[in-house]
């Protein structure tokens, strides 16, 4: 089945200790999207990739970095993790940014720092 | 600043029953609402979808509803499976922008 493969689904990194989170698609889309989202809160867009295009959303720290090698792979690397960046890290990929495009998801990478 | 807002953050209905899950938004250029579902241990996924031309949209046992001049949107289920308890997120865009999602809402159906 065509889907969006995330690894590992959980993560425990020590503080201050980089660390990459991976995402993979089947699905051929053009857009991957990695958000953030902790307990009780919304999904947060952190970036996203239109082809090679990178997308930064504003309020995104500096800590996250994305790369997206190629079509199927897209990578979330956090630099420097710290206490307040231990969330669930989903990975969404839509055919197109046009509205009417809905987003598939990863079942998530839940990142626990120490 | 939360520009969609799911205000109950659980409902409880008993099968067959019909479950009402509510939005509000803030943002009067959002202009396309879904909704994802959501389970344990699993990513959201798409369920339904309206655009901003329209004020209602049926699949199946799903209806949303959007009242513009309220903001407001709904998600309508009937009747009520116990496979529908899971957490369900509204969510809204601008054209070409990005999804904006809400805090969700956990639907219980009890049996």
């Known amino acids: 089945d065509a889907m969006v493969i995330q690894n590992p689904r959980y993560q425990v990194t020590q503080f201050g200790k980089p660390v990459t989170l991976s995402c993979s698609q089947t699905?051929?889309?053009?857009?991957m999207y990695w958000y953030q989202q902790k307990s009780s809160q919304a999904p947060k867009l952190l970036f996203h990739y239109y082809d090679k295009d990178f997308n930064n959303e504003a309020d995104t720290p500096d800590n996250f970095q994305s790369r997206r090698p190629n079509t199927s792979f897209c990578f979330l690397d956090i630099r420097s993790p710290g206490l307040g960046d231990a969330a669930m890290y989903l990975c969404?990929?839509?055919?197109?940014?046009?509205?009417?495009?809905?987003?598939?998801f990863g079942p998530g990478t839940r990142l626990t720092v120490t | 600043d939360q520009q969609v807002k799911q205000n109950s953050p659980s409902l409880s209905v008993q099968e067959g029953r019909i479950s009402i899950l509510n939005c509000d938004y803030t943002?009067?250029?959002?202009?396309?609402f879904l909704w994802y579902k959501k389970y344990p241990a699993e990513g959201p996924t798409f369920l339904i979808s309206?655009?901003?031309?329209?004020d209602k949209n049926e699949d199946g046992r799903f209806t949303v509803f959007l009242n513009k001049s309220a903001k407001h949107l709904s998600l309508h289920i009937v009747p009520s499976q116990p496979g529908d308890s899971a957490v369900y997120f509204c969510a809204a865009s601008e054209e070409n922008q990005k999804v904006t999602f809400g805090t969700g809402t956990k639907l219980q159906v009890i049996p």
């Open positions: 309206i655009s901003s031309i329209k």
């Open positions: 943002n009067s250029m959002f202009d396309y």
């Open positions: 699905l051929n889309h053009n857009v």
């Open positions: 969404a990929t839509s055919r197109d940014l046009r509205p009417g495009h809905e987003q598939y």
